[in-house]
Protein backbone atom coordinates (compact mmCIF):
# COMPACT_ATOMS: atom_id res chain seq x y z
CA UNK A 1 0.00 0.00 0.00
CA UNK A 2 2.73 2.29 0.60
CA UNK A 3 4.57 1.38 -2.12
CA UNK A 4 1.71 2.03 -4.59
CA UNK A 5 1.17 5.43 -3.12
CA UNK A 6 4.81 6.55 -3.48
CA UNK A 7 4.50 5.53 -7.12
CA UNK A 8 1.21 7.14 -8.30
CA UNK A 9 2.40 10.03 -6.46
CA UNK A 10 -1.03 9.87 -4.17
CA UNK A 11 0.67 10.54 -0.74
CA UNK A 12 4.45 12.61 -0.15
CA UNK A 13 6.43 9.92 1.74
CA UNK A 14 5.99 11.17 4.85
CA UNK A 15 1.89 10.43 4.19
CA UNK A 16 2.76 7.06 2.95
CA UNK A 17 4.95 6.34 5.56
CA UNK A 18 2.28 6.98 8.01
CA UNK A 19 -0.31 5.09 6.14
CA UNK A 20 1.63 2.33 5.75
CA UNK A 21 2.27 1.98 9.99
CA UNK A 22 -1.65 2.49 10.25
CA UNK A 23 -2.03 -0.58 7.93
CA UNK A 24 0.30 -2.52 9.95
CA UNK A 25 -1.23 -1.37 13.10
CA UNK A 26 -4.91 -2.54 11.60
CA UNK A 27 -2.82 -6.17 10.47
CA UNK A 28 -1.80 -6.58 13.95
CA UNK A 29 -4.80 -5.58 16.04
CA UNK A 30 -8.00 -6.62 13.29
CA UNK A 31 -5.99 -8.82 11.17
CA UNK A 32 -6.06 -9.51 7.42
CA UNK A 33 -9.97 -8.48 6.26
CA UNK A 34 -9.61 -5.66 8.39
CA UNK A 35 -6.73 -4.32 6.81
CA UNK A 36 -8.39 -5.53 3.04
CA UNK A 37 -11.24 -3.27 4.34
CA UNK A 38 -9.16 -0.39 4.86
CA UNK A 39 -6.78 -1.19 1.40
CA UNK A 40 -10.31 -0.92 -0.65
CA UNK A 41 -10.47 2.54 1.09
CA UNK A 42 -7.24 3.64 0.12
CA UNK A 43 -7.42 2.38 -3.50
CA UNK A 44 -10.90 3.83 -3.88
CA UNK A 45 -9.63 7.37 -2.53
CA UNK A 46 -6.70 7.06 -4.69
CA UNK A 47 -8.99 6.05 -8.17
CA UNK A 48 -11.36 9.06 -7.42
CA UNK A 49 -7.98 11.46 -6.59
CA UNK A 50 -6.96 10.55 -9.70
CA UNK A 51 -10.57 10.57 -12.26
CA UNK A 52 -10.54 13.37 -14.46
CA UNK A 53 -7.79 15.28 -12.54
CA UNK A 54 -7.17 18.02 -16.01
CA UNK A 55 -10.41 19.11 -15.75
CA UNK A 56 -10.28 19.32 -12.00
CA UNK A 57 -7.34 21.18 -12.23
CA UNK A 58 -9.12 23.81 -14.62
CA UNK A 59 -11.75 24.14 -11.47
CA UNK A 60 -8.96 24.78 -9.55
CA UNK A 61 -9.99 21.78 -7.51
CA UNK A 62 -7.01 19.28 -7.87
CA UNK A 63 -5.43 17.81 -5.06
CA UNK A 64 -3.08 14.79 -7.01
CA UNK A 65 -0.64 14.18 -3.52
CA UNK A 66 -2.23 14.30 -0.17
CA UNK A 67 -0.62 14.88 2.94
CA UNK A 68 -0.37 13.46 5.96
CA UNK A 69 -2.56 15.47 7.96
CA UNK A 70 -5.22 14.09 5.23
CA UNK A 71 -4.09 10.61 6.20
CA UNK A 72 -4.48 11.01 9.86
CA UNK A 73 -7.78 12.99 9.26
CA UNK A 74 -9.13 10.05 7.64
CA UNK A 75 -7.45 7.29 9.42
CA UNK A 76 -6.54 8.28 12.91
CA UNK A 77 -10.73 7.21 13.95
CA UNK A 78 -10.22 3.96 12.01
CA UNK A 79 -7.61 2.60 13.78
CA UNK A 80 -8.47 3.42 16.61
CA UNK A 81 -11.53 1.65 16.42
CA UNK A 82 -9.18 -1.59 15.30
CA UNK A 83 -7.21 -1.28 18.34
CA UNK A 84 -10.44 -1.51 20.23
CA UNK A 85 -11.51 -4.55 18.27
CA UNK A 86 -14.59 -2.57 16.91
CA UNK A 87 -15.81 -3.82 13.61
CA UNK A 88 -18.56 -1.81 13.45
CA UNK A 89 -17.09 1.24 14.11
CA UNK A 90 -14.04 0.65 12.36
CA UNK A 91 -16.41 -0.63 9.39
CA UNK A 92 -18.70 2.68 9.18
CA UNK A 93 -15.63 5.12 9.79
CA UNK A 94 -14.09 3.74 6.77
CA UNK A 95 -16.94 4.01 5.15
CA UNK A 96 -17.51 7.82 5.53
CA UNK A 97 -14.59 8.69 4.59
CA UNK A 98 -14.33 6.67 1.71
CA UNK A 99 -18.24 7.93 0.66
CA UNK A 100 -16.78 12.10 1.25
CA UNK A 101 -13.79 11.23 -0.41
CA UNK A 102 -15.46 9.71 -3.51
CA UNK A 103 -18.80 12.63 -3.48
CA UNK A 104 -15.66 15.21 -3.05
CA UNK A 105 -13.36 14.40 -5.87
CA UNK A 106 -16.68 12.75 -8.02
CA UNK A 107 -19.21 15.46 -7.30
CA UNK A 108 -17.31 18.36 -8.17
CA UNK A 109 -17.73 17.31 -12.47
CA UNK A 110 -21.12 17.47 -12.07
CA UNK A 111 -22.81 19.18 -14.81
CA UNK A 112 -25.55 20.67 -12.72
CA UNK A 113 -24.38 23.63 -9.81
CA UNK A 114 -24.38 22.83 -6.24
CA UNK A 115 -26.59 23.75 -3.34
CA UNK A 116 -25.98 24.16 -0.17
CA UNK A 117 -26.74 21.05 1.85
CA UNK A 118 -28.22 23.45 4.88
CA UNK A 119 -31.26 23.77 2.63
CA UNK A 120 -30.92 22.13 -0.60
CA UNK A 121 -31.65 25.34 -2.04
CA UNK A 122 -29.28 28.08 -2.14
CA UNK A 123 -26.76 27.83 -4.68
CA UNK A 124 -22.96 27.26 -4.13
CA UNK A 125 -19.88 27.26 -6.26
CA UNK A 126 -18.34 24.17 -7.71
CA UNK A 127 -16.22 23.04 -4.66
CA UNK A 128 -17.26 25.17 -1.80
CA UNK A 129 -17.95 23.55 1.29
CA UNK A 130 -21.18 22.24 1.80
CA UNK A 131 -22.06 21.84 -1.57
CA UNK A 132 -23.93 18.72 -2.52
CA UNK A 133 -25.27 17.66 -6.15
CA UNK A 134 -26.90 14.50 -7.34
CA UNK A 135 -23.66 13.24 -8.68
CA UNK A 136 -21.67 13.88 -5.06
CA UNK A 137 -24.66 12.10 -3.38
CA UNK A 138 -24.84 9.27 -5.72
CA UNK A 139 -21.25 8.79 -5.19
CA UNK A 140 -21.42 8.97 -1.69
CA UNK A 141 -23.63 5.96 -1.44
CA UNK A 142 -21.48 4.28 -3.96
CA UNK A 143 -18.60 4.71 -1.72
CA UNK A 144 -20.58 3.75 1.53
CA UNK A 145 -21.86 0.90 -0.09
CA UNK A 146 -18.35 -0.31 -1.81
CA UNK A 147 -16.73 -0.95 2.13
CA UNK A 148 -20.47 -2.22 3.12
CA UNK A 149 -20.65 -4.83 0.29
CA UNK A 150 -17.06 -6.01 1.16
CA UNK A 151 -17.66 -6.20 5.03
CA UNK A 152 -20.93 -8.84 4.22
CA UNK A 153 -17.74 -10.89 2.06
CA UNK A 154 -15.32 -11.36 4.53
CA UNK A 155 -17.32 -11.07 7.50
CA UNK A 156 -20.94 -12.50 6.17
CA UNK A 157 -23.05 -10.44 8.37
CA UNK A 158 -26.24 -8.60 7.27
CA UNK A 159 -26.54 -5.94 10.12
CA UNK A 160 -22.89 -5.11 9.58
CA UNK A 161 -23.94 -4.85 6.06
CA UNK A 162 -26.51 -1.86 6.81
CA UNK A 163 -25.31 -0.21 9.68
CA UNK A 164 -22.15 0.46 7.81
CA UNK A 165 -23.99 1.36 4.82
CA UNK A 166 -26.41 4.23 6.32
CA UNK A 167 -24.04 4.84 9.04
CA UNK A 168 -21.36 5.92 6.31
CA UNK A 169 -23.94 8.05 4.75
CA UNK A 170 -24.31 9.42 7.54
CA UNK A 171 -21.34 10.59 8.57
CA UNK A 172 -20.33 11.94 4.91
CA UNK A 173 -23.78 13.83 5.50
CA UNK A 174 -22.22 14.66 8.41
CA UNK A 175 -19.26 15.78 7.13
CA UNK A 176 -20.82 18.42 4.60
CA UNK A 177 -22.91 19.81 7.27
CA UNK A 178 -19.65 20.90 9.37
CA UNK A 179 -18.33 22.25 5.99
CA UNK A 180 -20.81 24.56 5.18
CA UNK A 181 -20.87 25.51 9.48
CA UNK A 182 -17.88 25.53 11.56
CA UNK A 183 -15.71 25.24 8.66
CA UNK A 184 -16.86 27.88 6.97
CA UNK A 185 -16.79 30.00 9.47
CA UNK A 186 -13.22 29.42 10.40
CA UNK A 187 -13.77 27.47 13.65
CA UNK A 188 -12.22 23.98 12.65
CA UNK A 189 -10.52 23.03 9.59
CA UNK A 190 -11.13 20.38 7.16
CA UNK A 191 -9.09 17.71 8.23
CA UNK A 192 -10.82 17.85 11.97
CA UNK A 193 -13.87 18.51 9.79
CA UNK A 194 -12.42 14.79 8.59
CA UNK A 195 -11.44 13.34 11.68
CA UNK A 196 -15.35 14.62 13.60
CA UNK A 197 -17.45 12.90 10.78
CA UNK A 198 -15.26 9.61 10.69
CA UNK A 199 -15.96 9.57 14.44
CA UNK A 200 -19.52 10.69 14.17
CA UNK A 201 -20.39 7.77 11.25
CA UNK A 202 -18.38 5.12 13.57
CA UNK A 203 -20.41 6.54 17.02
CA UNK A 204 -24.03 6.12 15.33
CA UNK A 205 -22.81 2.50 13.69
CA UNK A 206 -21.57 1.39 17.54
CA UNK A 207 -24.92 2.43 18.82
CA UNK A 208 -27.54 0.89 15.70
CA UNK A 209 -25.22 -2.45 16.56
CA UNK A 210 -26.53 -2.46 20.33
CA UNK A 211 -30.01 -1.75 19.50
CA UNK A 212 -30.12 -4.25 16.66
Known amino acids: MTG????????????AVTGGVMGYMVLFTGGWQWLVVLVLFFALSMAATGYKYSTKSKYGLSQKKRAVENVLGNGL???AFAMQGNLFGFAAALATA????LSSEIGVL?????VSVLDFETKVKRGDNGGVTTLGNTMMVAGAG???????????????????????????????VLGATLENEGVIGNHLVNLSSTLGGGLLAIAL???F
Open 4 to 15: LALFTGGLDKLS
Open 77 to 79: VPL
Open 98 to 101: TGDT
Open 110 to 114: SKKQP
Open 146 to 176: AIAVLCLVLFGDWSLFWITLWAGVFGTMLDS
Open 209 to 211: STL
